[in-house]
């Protein structure tokens, strides 16, 4: 078996260079493979050395965990035209690529993972310098673990002048490496952390400001977003920190991507698109309020939640984009006529599920961008709530409440919006938390909200509120 294999993956890269030869060009050759299983984080941490910089963490709420590390192809872009560029470009990439598998399993092979900024206007500063507008890699390394298996894709970029049999000896060596057993630290709990939010006064009078505004009509609503700053007193271990929101974040997606010498973490609960052929699935998520106590207390707390109407409008304003824009490319589609309740660990939301189909070609990336910003990070009208973010929020959001995810040569693939997260840089941690703001806001209750939904990461970072 293990020669078979090893001989498919010497045919594939000769196959490689020849095209490379034929085009004068780079061609990315994918070969993947069942392997035995291997825990996604201990394979996370193998990478560590060898590929600090560039690994992906991503696991989805249906069981599926992507770890990738190294990057065989890179796309990075800065500007308004992000998504076509990036779409582009991949076309382009697989066109050209040698993909052999010898399992048939989504999630495997050349898969293309990476994230946006939210607002490709924003003025950029340091803290976000690794992180452009669009950035995409096919990894490396691509480890798929679905329920108890697992899958390992070998993706390499090879040139004209490479030799195949000396490629294939180099990743038979890095393989043995990558899939060494290892442990992971446990996560750490009542860590001497030092905890900051940052400009509180501010942005409780950004707050007020807004709601003025909306009262005046100039706008429905905008999501104000804030930030925290974690200290501790040696590198926060990042196998450990996905390992604590894997545990306590369990219904959401955590995700990790490493860049330079930052790390964007986080557990978001809120899916954005997935695509499977012509089937679309997404999420109307907005309108929050703690989790209680007891199971007495927490299912009160959720009717309230339910029949509270500053809530439900906020919530609505969701509803209504997304649905308009869903119908707008898709041929049909499917929604409950009234809102659910969503638990995570910390927080309760209102949430509606929307499915959608389509006959025609449609791109994920093109609904991507139709979709984002949706007015539960951006807010009503869309580009009047932009405007009010980028002239008042304080900090630049980066890749906090933007789309992050995959995709892969059939088009199709995932993203979600990256909230409950934050940007790890040795010790040094920024939080993100937003809320959204409508005309029947209390600036006090949303300043709680956001606090809330700080919790989650901070939790996971070892910390914890007074
Ligand atoms: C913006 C965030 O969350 C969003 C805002 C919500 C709200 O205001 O009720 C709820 C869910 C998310 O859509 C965040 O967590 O940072
Ligand atoms: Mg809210």
């Not at 899939?179 to 509180?200: A, D, R």
């Not at 339910?306 to 041929?331: F, W, Y």
Request: overall charge negative.
């Amino acid at each position: 078996m293990a020669i078979i294999e090893q001989h498919q993956l010497l045919e594939n890269l000769k196959e490689g260079i020849k095209k490379a030869q034929f085009l004068s060009e780079s061609v990315l050759v994918s070969y993947s493979k069942q392997i035995e299983f291997i825990d996604p984080l201990v394979f996370y941490r193998n990478g560590e050395i060898l590929y600090k910089g560039s690994r992906i963490y991503w696991s989805d709420v249906e069981d599926v965990t992507m770890v990738g590390l190294g990057s065989a192809v890179v796309q990075a872009y800065n500007g308004e035209e992000r998504f076509e560029k990036i779409e582009e470009y991949w076309r382009k990439v697989i066109t050209g690529a040698v993909i052999h598998r010898e399992v048939d399993v989504k999630g495997t092979g050349p898969v293309c993972m990476g994230g946006f900024s939210f607002d490709p206007v924003q003025m950029k500063t340091r803290l976000w310098k690794d992180f452009p507008d669009a950035n995409f890699t096919v990894p490396n390394w691509l480890l798929t673990v679905k329920g108890n298996q697992c899958f390992l894709s070998i993706n390499a970029s090879v040139n004209e002048h490479m030799d195949p049999c000396t490629i294939e000896s180099q990743l038979i060596d890095l393989e043995m490496q990558l899939l060494k057993n290892n442990t992971i630290p446990t996560p750490s709990q009542g860590e001497s952390l030092m905890v900051e939010e940052n400009q509180i006064n501010e942005w409780l009078a950004m707050v007020h400001k807004s709601i003025d505004a909306i009262n005046k009509g100039e706008m429905e609503k905008v999501v104000l977003s804030r930030t925290t700053t974690v200290t501790a007193n040696k590198t926060f271990d990042q196998s450990s920190v996905l390992l604590a929101l894997q545990e306590r974040q369990s219904d959401c997606y955590t995700f990790a991507f490493e860049k330079g010498t930052s790390t964007f973490v986080g557990s978001t609960p809120e899916r954005l698109i997935k695509k499977a052929g012509g089937k679309f699935n997404t999420m109307c998520l907005a309108g929050t309020i703690s989790r209680g106590q007891t199971a007495e207390e927490d299912q009160k707390l959720g009717e309230t939640l339910l029949s509270d109407p500053k809530n439900r409008d906020e919530h609505q304003m969701v509803v209504t984009m997304i649905s308009d824009a869903m119908g707008k490319v898709c041929d049909k589609i499917v929604k409950s006529d009234s809102p659910q309740i969503y638990k995570s660990k910390d927080v309760q939301h209102l949430y509606t599920p929307i499915k959608g189909e389509t006959k025609r070609e449609l791109s994920l990336l093109s609904v991507v961008k139709a979709l984002h910003p949706t007015p539960a990070m951006g807010g009503v009208p869309t580009e009047k709530a932009i405007e009010a973010i980028r002239e008042r929020e304080t900090y630049e959001r980066g890749w906090y409440s933007a789309p992050i995810g995959w995709f892969d040569e059939d088009g199709d693939g995932e993203f979600v919006v990256a909230i409950r997260s934050g940007l790890i840089t040795k010790e040094n941690a920024v939080l993100f938390s937003g809320c959204g703001i409508v005309a029947d806001s209390d600036p006090q209750s949303e300043y709680l909200e956001t606090k809330i939904k700080f919790t989650p990461m901070l939790t996971a970072l070892g910390g914890g509120w007074e």
